[in-house]
């Protein structure tokens, strides 16, 4: 049985949809300002959307996973599952995520988690064959479950903290990626992916992910101004982690640096936005 939760929790990319689903709840929590039954319906069913998309992810690039060391191990290139079981999975997980955004909230939140999987399965893999750039316009997705939250708590789509909370996810999914095409670009390549590493030297594409780490952190200072943090503890700590940031990340201006661990910076990332979005969570319940 373990076993198979295991090759379950790999399929659907547990760990990432569950940091989708937080952000969603980080959404719904800002707009109503408050935890309720409301939430609990539509939370699943993003979780499970986004379990889909994970699984349909696997399948679109099973022949690539192949080709990459740290990727031929996983479900379908070992051989540990068939192609057509895990469409089927997929496409199961897909239809009854948006059927579960429907009935625990509305048309416009089902239609928001549907352009998430269409955005990340039909627009932005297609688009990694065939553009080095391609997480630029990728990134939008990880702008739209905070999106699905907001509007299940009643919040409108043209507020103005929801554009700016939505920029902050879309922007911050940049550098992320860019990271790990420095510590695994030559994977990338081997694969026939188009890679930035081809279009700019390592000191450039650390240059301008210091960049979009700065836009990072000023948008998080943004989400102070705008209010979307009410408690004075919560404006201090985003502030200080946004400051935090960008003085890690500007080592990566250094010309020459031995010890250069993309994947260092990577985890200092994620930890910067877990705080966001943990405070996100917690400060409107105070």
């Known amino acids: 049985m373990s076993h198979y939760i295991r090759l379950w929790a790999e399929l659907n990319k547990v760990k990432i949809t569950i940091v989708v689903t937080l952000t969603t709840l980080a959404g719904f929590t800002l707009a109503a300002r408050t935890i309720d039954q409301r939430i609990i319906v539509p939370l699943i069913g993003i979780f499970i959307l986004a379990c889909g998309s994970a699984a349909l992810n696997h399948y ?14 996983r479900p379908i290139p070992s051989g540990a599952i068939k192609p057509g079981s895990v469409i089927l999975m997929s496409f199961v997980e897909i239809i009854l ?3 579960l955004i429907y009935i625990g909230s509305s048309w416009e939140a089902a239609l928001l988690g549907f ?11 297609p688009l990694k064959k065939v553009s080095a750039f391609a997480v630029i316009p990728g990134s939008v997705i990880g702008s739209l479950p ?6 299940v708590g009643g919040g409108h789509l043209l507020d103005e903290r929801l554009i700016v909370m939505a920029l902050f996810f879309f922007i911050s999914q ?31 594409i650390r240059r301008v992910t210091f960049v979009w780490v700065v836009a ?5 200072v943004m989400l102070v101004i ?8 919560f404006k201090v700590l985003v502030v200080i982690a946004s400051i935090w940031l960008v003085v890690i990340f500007s080592k990566l201006l250094r010309k020459t ?20 979005i943990i405070a996100m969570i917690i400060d409107p319940l105070f």
Do not use: C
């Not at 679109?60 to 191990?73: A, F, G, I, S, V």
């Not at 695994?184 to 026939?192: F, L, M, R, V, W």
């Open 226 to 233: 705008t209010g979307i943090f009410g408690t004075l503890f």
């Open 115 to 125: 352009i998430a999987f269409v955005w990340y399965n039909l627009i932005y893999t």
């Open 146 to 151: 905070p999106m699905v939250g907001w509007v």
């Open 97 to 99: 995520g948006v059927w």
């Open 60 to 73: 679109q690039e099973r022949k690539k996973d192949m080709l990459m060391q740290r990727t031929k191990n």
């Open 216 to 220: 990072t952190s000023l948008d998080a």
């Open 174 to 204: 940049v550098p992320h990626f860019w990271l790990l095409m420095l510590k695994y670009g030559k994977d990338y390549e081997n694969a026939g992916f188009p890679t930035i590493n081809n279009v700019m030297s390592p000191i450039q």
């Open 257 to 276: 640096d031995t010890e250069f661990n993309p994947f260092k910076y990577f985890m200092r990332l994620n930890y910067m936005l877990l705080i966001i």
